[in-house]
């Protein structure tokens, strides 16, 4: 018969595997169900175009910023949606400086969230979020850049049309570390999104 102390050094061996798979299937459900959620909204037309996105944001009242940059973040790991209309309606919306707080959070943070995954996930995720033919597309314009892969990244990721969306999940397959890739996305993309909520900022100050 095991003694007392036996018992309990089993138990709290066991704790942080119990705790770490309880983490990952609530992180599991939470993913899911926001892609659920997002998908939903979208094929109801409320992120189709600037407007329909302004309109769907507004309706959130004071929690609107909160909506936009829950949605710059997630548009990232869903993929689905033109990268900059979140970017011009939040400068519309909120001004220069506040669409560009809430893009530049929510982007970044999508940004690293795909890069984790990515990680974990592999090949299988990146197949389950892009299509074959943007997979093979993509993966056809880094074999032209491959070398210096981070150096490249960063200018990538600075270019305002290049698909930095499967770049974030394609780095995390690489050597590439966290940090690293956290330092490129965060140093990289505020170019783009300040370009776009100074231009758009202004035009909606504008009208």
Known sequence: MESIEKQLEKQL???PRTLKIV???GFLLLAVGTTIFFLHEYAEGHFKDVNSLSEYIEAYG???PVMLTFFQCVKVLVAIVPGAIGCIAGAGMFGWLGGFLC???GICSGSMIAF???KKYGMSLMKLVFSEKRYNKCMRWLQKK???YPVVLWFAICFPFAPDDFLCYFSGMTSVSFRKFALIILTA???TILGYSLIFGHIGHII
């Open 13 to 15: 061996e066991q704790r």
């Open 23 to 25: 983490g990952t299937v």
């Open 62 to 64: 004071i929690l609107g």
């Open 103 to 105: 893009s530049y959070i």
């Open 116 to 118: 984790l995954l990515s």
């Open 146 to 148: 491959h070398h210096h």
């Open 189 to 191: 993309k505020p170019w």
